[in-house]
C-alpha cells in the first residue's frame, strides 16, 4: 500500500506547477482523496479533496479559484494542477486516504505519501 508524490520544483510567484500522486496497493478508486501540506514549522494544513468518482471537489479558502484536484481511477493518479501561485503556498505536498468526512472540519486520512516539496520564490 503506497502514495508517491511528484512534480514538486521551484517556481516564481504567479507560476503554475501539477503534481502527480499515484497509488498502488489498495482500490484506489474507493476512496476519496486529499492534498495536504505542511509549510516549515507549522502544522499540516488540509489542502483539497476529491469524491472517489473525481465529479466533487472541495477545497480549503486559501487555495480555492487558483488550485484543482481531480484523478484519474484507470491510471490510479491523483493531481494538483496549482496555478497563481504564491510565496505562502510554499510547503511540503503530500497526498492522502481519506477514511472520514467532517462537515465542518477537514477529513481525516490514514495513509499519506513522503511528499513532493513546492518552493514560491523569487
Known amino acids: 500500500v503506497q502514495l508517491v508524490e511528484s512534480g514538486g520544483g521551484m517556481v516564481q510567484p504567479g507560476g503554475s506547477l501539477r503534481l502527480s500522486c499515484a497509488a498502488s496497493?489498495?482500490?484506489?478508486?474507493?476512496?476519496?482523496m486529499s492534498w495536504v501540506r505542511q509549510a516549515p514549522g507549522k502544522g499540516p494544513e488540509w489542502v483539497s479533496r476529491v469524491d472517489t468518482g473525481g465529479g466533487s471537489t472541495y477545497y480549503a479558502d486559501s487555495v480555492k479559484g487558483r488550485f484543482t484536484i481531480s484523478r484519474d481511477n484507470a491510471k490510479n493518479m491523483l493531481y494538483l494542477q496549482m496555478n497563481s501561485l504564491k510565496p505562502e503556498d510554499t510547503a511540503l505536498y503530500y497526498c492522502?486516504?481519506?477514511?472520514?468526512?467532517?462537515?465542518?472540519?477537514?477529513?481525516?486520512?490514514?495513509?499519506r505519501g513522503q511528499g513532493t516539496q513546492v518552493t514560491v520564490s523569487s
Open positions: 496497493g489498495f482500490t484506489f478508486s474507493n476512496y476519496d
Open positions: 492522502a486516504r481519506v477514511i472520514r468526512i467532517y462537515i465542518d472540519s477537514p477529513p481525516e486520512h490514514d495513509l
